[in-house]
């Protein structure tokens, strides 16, 4: 029973990429046309930033879920607890500033139209 668990899932990850590649062709990464691909300079900092923005998203909702998880894990230990309230409160803070600066940037990229496509 384990061995045929194994072979369906080992057919199964092994299928997925073969599946996902058989989608879109990929074109030559190494071609002459690649400044072009990416944009002008306005738009290539734009994605910058935004990819930028994103990490830093990411980055808060990892220390949500780490001081959630200190919290939760502290079995009634004072200090884990405050270390874990401590986590979550800058975590919030760090989501608020990220959404903040997420918003001005919209707005500014917007006003100039140096690149407003970026957002949808």
Known sequence: MKRLLLWINSILWLGIPLAASALEPIGNPL??????????????????ILLLVTFLGVF???AV????GLWLTSAGNSEKVDKGKSILIWAGIGIAVVAGAYAILKY????FDAGGAAFG
């Open 31 to 48: 071609n002459n046309n690649a400044p072009e691909m990416l944009g002008g300079g306005p738009e290539l900092f734009v994605r910058f």
């Open 108 to 111: 500014i990229i917007e006003a």
């Open 65 to 68: 879920l780490y001081g959630g």
């Open 60 to 62: 808060c909702l990892a």
